[in-house]
């Protein structure tokens, strides 16, 4: 069964670091790897999606990465701002017909 | 990109109440929903899988008549969480796959949350 863990679990730094966030999982044979936003008690905004033939994907200050053999993927945030303060989820899929399997999460401060 | 509501956006209700929670897609047709439910400061748990006009698939756990799953049409599915008690208090968020879609990528609605007082 396809575990998902993301470290740290909660992560606190000043405005303008550059940053990355964690993400493995336990099945290295996925389909796709996407990575999400979440504000508190708000829903899911998708942030990046790697299809498993890919190395990265990026959209603005944001860099995801996929090391699909080596069950690891992290997402990069550069120059950070304290709008990027969320949670960040990574969740992977096995196949096209199978739904998402989330990690717990990295909770991101990011002060001004 | 693909859009998903959901309804209402929160709901209060006493104990021994049924909730029903409507999920749409509201510019495309979803032939699979699925149905997470999400604890404070927890990851989403899949609930379970619905497919258009046949019967949904639950998860390990999930008691699938006290979550009850209908998709009826491939823009609406529901879930009714029957005689409501307080450790069913969550946050509730469908999602959607694009049919036909190649990233098959599921788009998720802004979540209900649930309080049973």
């Known amino acids: 069964k396809q575990e998902v863990t993301q470290i740290p679990a909660a992560l606190s730094v000043p405005e303008g670091e550059n940053l990355v966030l964690n993400c493995s999982f336990t099945?290295?044979?996925?389909?796709?790897l996407q990575w999400f936003r979440q504000d508190p008690g708000k829903g899911l905004t998708s942030l990046l999606l790697i299809q498993s033939s890919q190395r990265e994907q990026t959209s603005g200050r944001l860099n995801a990465s996929l090391d699909k053999s080596s069950g690891r993927s992290t997402l990069y945030i550069a120059a950070s701002q304290p709008g990027d303060s969320a949670t960040y989820l990574c969740?992977?899929?096995?196949?096209?017909?199978?739904?998402?399997?989330f990690g717990k999460g990295t909770r991101l401060s990011v002060i001004a | 990109g693909a859009v998903v509501s959901q309804h209402p956006s929160r709901v209060i209700c006493k104990s021994g109440t049924s909730v029903k929670i409507e999920c749409r897609s509201l510019?495309?047709?979803?032939?699979?929903m699925f149905w997470y439910r999400q604890f404070p400061k927890k990851s989403l748990m899949l609930m379970a899988t619905?497919?258009?006009?046949?019967?949904?698939?639950?998860e390990q756990g999930v008691e699938k008549d006290k979550f009850l799953i209908n998709h009826a049409s491939l823009t609406l599915s529901t879930l009714t969480v029957t005689s409501a008690h307080p450790e069913d208090s969550s946050f509730y968020i469908c999602?959607?796959?694009?049919?036909?879609?190649?990233?098959?990528?599921?788009?998720f609605g802004p979540g209900t949350r649930l309080t049973v007082l």
């Open positions: 969740a992977v899929r096995n196949s096209g017909n199978t739904p998402l399997v």
């Open positions: 099945d290295s044979a996925i389909y796709n």
């Open positions: 510019d495309f047709q979803a032939t699979t």
């Open positions: 999602s959607a796959r694009v049919a036909g879609l190649q990233n098959n990528e599921q788009f």
């Open positions: 619905s497919n258009e006009g046949s019967k949904a698939t639950y």
